[in-house]
């Protein structure tokens, strides 16, 4: 007996009578052959008490330095929100936290509808008439949307924009080769995804184009242009590639929503809004799209109908999209996803509220670009484009980002992700990408400013003796 | 009946509630000199109109979804013996100290020095779970079941290309889950479906029928999705490998034999977990999940990058050069904050607690299935196949259907007024009327009883009158819901 189990010497021995075994072994001896049992202990230490596991995860979380410990401005997919109190309260209610997956809608409700509502709160954000109850994360989201296009285009290629996230790209590229794709990249210029360039690489053979709104590098694409350029490139009489945005929900606040531009399926990592960074994940994945792709969505959706009474409820709908009913003819193999995350994602809306949205986005505007001004004031730092940012900006340093970093560690400032070590692209050498949260004050922000100018002296100082001695 | 009965108020959404100009968020000033708002963001970038959010005070919100979960039922409420789901309990312990801010706070591109707890965490958990499993080499990026699945899939498809074959197959048995056929079809390659024996396992004819050059992979799960342990499986481990193909575990089942025999050692080559099964990450009600996967030594250089490794110092990174790779499954390293879980339930049972827990789960099941079979249940729910089981069981609803006239979906249904959450109904797909009952080793010798009971009452009940059962639910929030309807003219958000 463990402390989670209860099956005292007393109960063994009745259940076993009544079985009609001899011990619990005999249970095992008359099912698995010998061959392939194992025969000694799992070689894994022995079980510790509440207490003693407690402080050993303790010990473990004491040696990472989280953004409580030291002023963080990374960013690059997940960000540092505040978490409202009340999506703790709610994410720990065992009526959220500990149910499967709603198979039976009379005693799920809550879940159900939890999903209706985030499903209505992705839609207008996106603005884009159908949302799932969720999909894994950001970037398996685009290559589940690169699924969808599949589907329903059949082309044989993919064209991207090199100002996706890494994570994104590459995570498409690993599905596309298993579904048979191939995947175009399309690259920046002056910090956006070049429309020449992105025209030239569309035809009537490209199921999807896939582009960042913001992008990686924080700046704005002209996202109604992209689209209209794909839609137009494919070429008289071919079917047009269905346009994927991957999409930072916290900026449709203030940005034109995708489904304003043109896009037909918007994706993204939800991360930002009302969950906790969990170095990388769980997190959820929105995924919105046009009425038409309604049938070839990945996952579950929640549909409203009534009882036999007459009363309102919700049910899982459109499952002959689902691998359980369609198995290999599926439009996704997603089963379980992140409905408690979509649950923190929908909670936190409604915190923030539909001004509190829009507030919060242009907030995020006027701090991020005071630090892109006061950060480009020093001497070595050089935006690395001018476009308009939201949240999030890349600046290039004439010293090595690393050593930098390392510098400023010491000083408790984390400046920003080193963009050369994310993406391996050898026109990211020196790039810096800083983001910005609410929790970012201008105080913080010059205090960014004055450590990073420091370092970045220091640096060059070393590096210069080190040329003397050399 | 029921224990708690969850709340009745008709529904309404967080979008039919509050009033304009009510907030719960109040905006920091933005402190920093003031800007043309064109300068910030051009017109043409602008949104005209801001999303429709509710507008509410904060105890507005508090009681809307407190009130919203009073409407589910939740395993820390009751019994919840949902076949391949494994409803275990979700330790408390668990949730604390995955909430430690060393942990929830950290970014995931933090470098690498300067998270070295975290790092340290998932290298240890990568160590026992490929310990549990026999399988040395572990990546835990995948997010869940069916995503293990893919990653295994493109694996397979990587481990034959790398040696100059294109193989175009995938083996499932007809008793596989859903998420193993779709899987395949997303992974490029072609499902081809294997009968099963009278004995309710692979029919290794058919296996040895179809097995040839093209077959790239078995997927199997063991004990499969009736509970049964194939007791040929070192014969469908040979077969497959003769024609050069893997072997795939899905692990869904793996709370039945943690401890006592290892998927490495029964010949598969790439495993899956279902930590929110196996290892008790809570379900939230449809995720979040995580899907380690574990694979031999011949398709470890095709892991999906990056992997944890430990250094010659002692220091734990990550390693993205790995050039075999299938690449990235999905953003950063995977679902850690269910890593924590995962973990911190290992530290907590060691090898004799998981050995322990495996058993439990076994006797609990089998002792629920001795006590179905007595008069008054046999005779309606017969065992699908063999005698015992492994740490779950399917009955089949055939001989209810047929002498009292409700079906499977009846019986489910009348469970909810009894206070319990039904078993998984209409899976596995061959067994008629299937109901596949998974108590879990944490259940109280008392529960199963008192499930036994149920089903009992239920069955009595409907041989005086089966409207009973098939016009229940009584006691829920809502009764049947019409699915057919929500389908056919689907409404998937509120109007506004
Ligand atoms: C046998 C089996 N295989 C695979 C899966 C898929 O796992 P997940 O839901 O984690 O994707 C399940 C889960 O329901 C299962 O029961």
């Given at each position: 007996m463990s402390r989670y189990t209860a099956i005292t010497p007393a109960d063994l021995d009745a259940m076993l009578a009544v079985i009609g075994v001899g011990s619990v072994q005999e249970i095992f001896d008359r099912q698995i052959p010998q061959a392939v049992r194992l025969g000694r202990e799992l070689d894994l230490p022995h079980g510790l008490g509440e207490q003693d596991v407690y402080e050993h995860l303790r010990a473990l979380a004491e040696r990472n330095t989280s953004t409580e410990d030291e002023l963080s401005f990374l960013g690059a997919g997940m960000y540092d929100h505040y978490v409202p109190a009340l999506i703790d309260m709610l994410t720990e209610r065992s009526e959220f936290l500990t149910p499967y997956t709603p198979y039976q809608p009379e005693i799920s409700q809550g879940g159900l509808q939890v999903m209706f509502e985030y499903q209505t709160a992705i839609s207008e954000l996106t603005g884009l008439p159908v949302s799932n109850a969720s999909a894994y994360?950001?970037?398996?989201?685009?290559?589940?949307?690169?699924?969808?296009?599949?589907?329903?285009?059949?082309?044989?290629?993919?064209?991207?924009?090199?100002?996706?996230?890494?994570?994104?790209?590459?995570?498409?590229?690993?599905?596309a080769h298993g579904y048979g794709m191939d995947v175009v990249e399309v690259g920046l210029t002056g910090g956006i995804t070049d429309p020449e360039e992105w025209a030239a690489a569309i035809d009537g053979d490209t199921s999807a184009a896939f582009f960042a709104q913001p992008n990686f590098y924080g700046a704005v694409e002209d996202a109604a242009a992209l689209s209209a350029a794909a839609k137009g490139a494919a070429g008289d009489g071919a079917k047009p590639p269905v346009v994927v945005a991957q999409v930072d929900p916290i900026s449709l606040g203030v940005l034109r929503s995708p489904g304003e531009c043109g896009v037909d399926v918007a994706v993204g990592e939800g991360q930002p809004l009302g969950n906790r960074l969990?170095?990388?994940?769980?997190?959820?994945?929105?995924?919105?799209?046009?009425?038409?792709?309604?049938?070839?969505?990945?996952?579950?959706?929640?549909?409203?109908?009534?009882?036999?009474?007459?009363?309102?409820?919700?049910?899982?709908?459109?499952?002959?999209?689902?691998?359980?009913?369609?198995?290999?003819?599926?439009?996704?193999?997603?089963?379980?996803?992140?409905a408690l995350n979509a649950l923190a994602g929908v909670v936190y809306l409604a915190w923030l509220g539909r001004r509190g949205f829009v507030e919060l986005g242009e907030l995020l505007l006027a701090r991020t670009h005071y630090a892109r001004e006061t950060l480009a004031l020093l001497t070595g730092v050089e935006p690395l484009h001018d476009r308009p940012v939201i949240?999030?900006?890349?600046?290039?340093?004439?010293?090595?980002?690393?050593?930098?970093?390392?510098?400023?560690?010491?000083?408790?400032?984390?400046?920003?992700?080193?963009?050369?070590?994310?993406?391996?692209?050898?026109?990211?050498?020196?790039?810096?990408?800083?983001?910005?949260?609410?929790?970012?004050?201008?105080?913080?922000?010059?205090?960014?400013?004055?450590?990073?100018?420091?370092?970045?002296?220091?640096?060059?100082?070393?590096?210069?003796?080190?040329?003397?001695?050399? | 009946m029921s224990t708690t009965p969850l709340q009745r108020d008709r529904a309404t959404t967080i979008f039919q509630k509050g009033a304009p100009g009510r907030r719960a968020f109040v905006c920091p000033a933005p402190e920093v000199p003031e800007v043309d708002p064109e300068t910030l963001l051009p017109a043409g970038f602008r949104r005209a109109q801001e999303p429709r959010l509710p507008e509410l005070s904060e105890?507005?919100?508090?009681?809307?979804?407190?009130?919203?979960?009073?409407?589910?039922?939740?395993?820390?409420?009751?019994?919840?013996?949902?076949?391949?789901?494994?409803?275990?309990h979700n330790p408390r312990l668990h949730e604390r100290t995955a909430a430690l801010p060393g942990h929830a706070r950290l970014h995931p591109l933090q470098d690498p020095e300067r998270a070295q707890g975290a790092l340290e965490l998932m290298w240890n958990l990568q160590g026992a779970l490929a310990e549990i499993s026999g399988l040395p080499n572990v990546s835990l990026q995948p997010s869940a079941g069916s995503h293990g699945e893919l990653a295994g899939v493109l694996l397979t498809r990587a481990?034959?290309?790398?040696?100059?074959?294109?193989?175009?197959?995938?083996?499932?048995?007809?008793?596989?889950?859903?998420?193993?056929?779709?899987?395949?079809?997303?992974?490029?390659?072609?499902?081809?479906?294997?009968?099963?024996?009278?004995?309710?396992?692979?029919?290794v004819e058919d296996l040895r029928a179809k097995a040839d050059g093209d077959v790239a992979c078995l997927m199997l799960t063991n004990p499969n999705?009736?509970?049964?342990?194939?007791?040929?499986?070192?014969?469908?481990?040979?077969?497959?490998?003769?024609?050069?193909?893997?072997?795939?575990?899905?692990?869904?089942?793996?709370n039945a034999v943690m401890g006592l025999s290892r998927p490495g050692?029964?010949?598969?080559?790439?495993?899956?977990?279902?930590?929110?099964?196996?290892?008790?990450?809570p379900h939230g009600g449809g995720g979040p999940g995580s899907g380690p996967i574990a694979v031999s030594e011949r398709v470890a250089p095709f892991l999906p990058v990056p992997v944890v490794v430990r250094l010659k110092d002692g220091a734990f990174d990550l390693d993205h050069e790995r050039p075999k790779s299938i690449g990235r499954l999905r953003g950063f390293h995977g679902n850690y904050g269910c890593f924590v879980r995962a973990y911190a339930y290992i530290c907590s049972l060691g090898a004799d607690g998981l050995r322990d827990a495996s058993e439990t789960a076994v006797l609990n099941a089998n002792y629920l299935l001795a006590r179905l079979k007595q008069r008054g249940v046999a005779e309606y729910l017969p065992l699908a196949y063999g005698e015992l089981c492994m740490h779950e069981f399917v009955l089949s609803g055939g001989p209810m259907k047929q002498a009292l006239q409700i079906k499977t979906l009846d019986l489910a249904k009348r469970l909810l007024d009894f206070g319990f959450h039904p078993p998984t109904v209409y899976f596995p797909l061959l067994v008629e009327e299937a109901l596949m009952v998974e108590p879990t080793e944490t259940e109280t010798k008392e529960t199963l009883d008192s499930f036994a009971e149920a089903i009992a009452a239920i069955l009595s009940e409907a041989a005086e009158d089966p409207e009973i059962a098939r016009g229940a639910p009584y006691t829920t929030p809502v009764r049947r819901l019409d699915e057919v309807a929500a389908a056919k003219r689907p409404v998937i958000r509120q109007a506004l």
């Open positions: 994360e950001g970037p398996s989201a685009l290559a589940a949307a690169g699924y969808l296009a599949k589907l329903h285009n059949g082309g044989g290629r993919f064209v991207a924009s090199a100002g996706l996230h890494p994570h994104a790209l590459q995570t498409l590229r690993t599905n969990d170095f990388g994940g769980p997190s959820f994945g929105l995924f919105a799209a046009r009425e038409e792709y309604l049938r070839r969505m990945p996952g579950r959706i929640a549909g409203e109908t009534v009882d036999v009474d007459g009363r309102r409820g919700f049910v899982l709908t459109l499952q002959t999209r689902e691998q359980h009913i369609r198995r290999e003819k599926a439009t996704s193999n997603i089963c379980t996803a992140q949240r999030e900006f890349a600046v290039r340093l004439d010293v090595d980002v690393a050593a930098v970093k390392r510098r400023c560690a010491s000083e408790g400032v984390n400046p920003g992700v080193d963009l050369h070590a994310l993406s391996g692209r050898e026109a990211d050498r020196g790039g810096l990408l800083v983001a910005i949260t609410e929790r970012r004050t201008r105080a913080d922000i010059d205090r960014l400013a004055a450590v990073l100018a420091l370092a970045m002296a220091a640096e060059r100082d070393s590096a210069a003796t080190e040329a003397v001695t050399v | 105890p507005e919100i508090v009681r809307h979804y407190v009130g919203l979960s009073k409407r589910n039922f939740d395993l820390d409420s009751g019994f919840y013996p949902l076949g391949s789901c494994t409803m275990k481990y034959h290309e790398d040696r100059g074959e294109t193989r175009h197959k995938v083996l499932t048995p007809d008793t596989a889950h859903g998420t193993n056929p779709a899987t395949v079809t997303m992974a490029g390659l072609d499902v081809i479906k294997v009968a099963t024996n009278q004995d309710g396992g692979v029919d999705t009736l509970g049964l342990f194939d007791p040929n499986i070192a014969e469908i481990a040979e077969i497959v490998h003769a024609v050069g193909a893997t072997l795939y575990y899905d692990g869904a089942n793996l050692d029964m010949g598969f080559d790439i495993v899956h977990f279902n930590l929110h099964k196996s290892f008790t990450q």
